[in-house]
């Protein structure tokens, strides 16, 4: 079965509680969270948060694109995480940050970016219920699929299995990269452009949920 994360941060953020409130079969609500050091980019914050947790019982997936994240976990969980992914390369102690991610009642998830290869985090996942695999380098949405990280899903894809996490996929998705990526084993889906870009995304959301059931 297909889990499709919207990526909030391709909303309209005039209108956000209208595009949230669209979304109530999603099965997360992906939130980018960036901190202008880790990626050259800033992203959601507190208001954004309290707007969707306000308008939404839809469980919260929290992509941290920040340095040092340990400093901010028990804060993302008041702001209502399910999932918090970290990413390896912005923490010295990533194994103790994915335990307290757990110890707090989250699920950890870690974020591989394009050029961070799979033995970097091997001992750590079986630490992890969730593997954010970017296939774009991180910071915006709206960029360009990259085709090398092909490879390096395929492998996440046995792993899965042998570890029993889920497999995600960020950056430039939509529903033919997706009918591409299934086979690999890649189960959950965060899409943003190609979700938003018509002004459906809750019907978008729909057909690509039927085209894969
Ligand atoms: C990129 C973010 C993504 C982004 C996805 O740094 O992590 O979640 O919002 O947007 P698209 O689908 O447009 O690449
Ligand atoms: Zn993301």
Redesign the pocket.
């Known amino acids: 079965m297909v889990k499709i994360h919207p ?1 909030v ?2 909303a309209d953020h005039g209108n956000l509680a209208e595009d949230i409130k669209r979304l109530e079969n999603a099965d997360y609500l ?1 939130m ?1 969270v960036m901190d202008g050091d880790f ?1 050259p980019n800033f992203g959601l914050g507190t208001d954004s948060f309290t707007c969707v947790r306000k308008h939404s019982d839809v469980p919260l997936d929290v ?1 941290l ?1 920040i340095r040092n994240p340990a400093r901010h976990i028990r804060y993302f969980r008041k702001l209502g995480a399910s999932i918090i992914t970290v990413h390896p390369e912005a923490d010295t102690h990533i194994a103790g940050t994915l335990a307290l991610i757990r110890e707090l009642g989250m699920t950890p998830g870690i974020a591989l970016n394009p050029g961070t290869s799979v033995e970097t985090v091997k001992e750590v996942l079986p630490l992890c219920d969730h593997v954010l695999a ?1 296939t ?1 380098n ?6 360009e699929f990259l085709e090398f990280t092909l490879g390096k899903l395929a492998v996440l894809g046995e792993l899965a299995q042998k570890h029993n996490f889920a497999l995600c996929v ?4 939509d529903a033919d990269r997706l009918q591409q990526l299934r086979p690999l084993g890649v189960t959950n889906f ?5 979700l938003f870009r018509d002004g459906d995304p809750a019907g978008m959301m729909q057909r690509i949920k039927d085209e894969n059931a």
């Open positions: 990526s941060l391709c992906h980018d990626v992509h694109m970017m774009v991180p910071g915006f949405a709206g960029q960020d950056g430039n998705i965060v899409i943003g452009t190609a």
